[in-house]
Nanobody
Framework: QLQLVESGGGLVQPGGSLRLSCAAS????????IGWFRQAPGKEREGVSC????????YYADSVKGRFTISRDNAKNTVYLHMNSLKPEDTAVYYC???????????WGQGTQVTVSS
């Protein structure tokens, strides 16, 4: 079965950290740029970060720049999103997809909930 599976979400206090994982099953991530997206209740889905499969270049939304770091471990067939200095406005369901554009992807994960609250 070809799929992406996210994990690592949870409840964290403001200022805390989480690491999300996006693991591929049934195919190799090496051939794909991987994007992280999020959607908060009542809001549109937004692109958070993306990492190239060619040169490792990265993209960050302005809202997370300097706080989030994306990385990939091709040996583990996994992409990570390290999230530091979390804010309540980071609360959302986080998804990974096999492209930097949601609609260009071939594979999407099921999402993992991140809640930032005291």
């Amino acid at each position: 079965q070809l799929q992406l599976v996210e994990s690592g979400g949870g409840l964290v206090q403001p200022g805390g950290s989480l690491r999300l994982s996006c693991a591929a099953s049934g195919f190799t991530l090496d051939y794909y740029a991987i994007g992280w997206f999020r959607q908060a209740p009542g809001k549109e889905r937004e692109g958070v970060s993306c990492i190239s499969n060619r040169d490792g270049s990265t993209y960050y939304a302005d809202s997370v720049k300097g706080r989030f770091t994306i990385s990939r471990d091709n040996a583990k067939n996994t992409v990570y999103l390290h999230m530091n200095s979390l804010k309540p406005e980071d609360t959302a369901v986080y998804y990974c997809a096999s492209a930097c554009s949601w609609y260009s992807a071939n594979y999407w994960g099921q999402g993992t909930q991140v809640t930032v609250s005291s």
